[in-house]
């Protein structure tokens, strides 16, 4: 399956994407809708795929998760409107989201020895930069490490 990095943040007092799966867990509905508010998405090509959140040093003042790759997110569709439906939890809707992800799945992962994920774990699809990609655009990946899902939803 298709994989690509989705450079984040997580700030205390504000770790959006916990709290934004801790909300979408508690309603029991079965999708999830939230958005990319940056630049616009030029590097997804694939419509089903594993979205991997990555905490970036530069917007992360959490210590412990700077670098880190905590969360994958199955990405069912995307595209530039949001989805609406009874059965879709819609988080950060009020944003101008320049990209929406539709998702079915998450997965709180690390490394099959049950350490954290860091940008070493993944190289770039199409062998470049990753660290200089990642400043405007959610690139392809391959993990080249083994992970294990510790939790998940649904």
Known sequence: MAEYIYPTRANSGDEWLKVMLENWKESRLPLL??????????????????????????????PSLQGILEYRLHITNWGLDKYTGKDIYPARIEEDGTAWFLCDRFE?????????LH???????YHKALGSTMRNSIPPVICKTKIISIESYP
Do not use: E
């Not at 709180?108 to 954290?116: A, F, V």
């Not at 940008?119 to 699809?125: A, E, G, I, N, Y």
């Open 33 to 62: 809708c939230f958005p990319w508010v940056l630049f616009g998405v030029h590097t997804i090509t694939d419509q089903s795929f594993w979205l991997y959140m990555y905490y970036s040093y530069a917007q992360t003042d959490i």
């Open 108 to 116: 709180k992962i690390c490394r099959s020895d049950n350490q954290p």
């Open 119 to 125: 940008l070493t774990d993944f190289v770039h699809k």
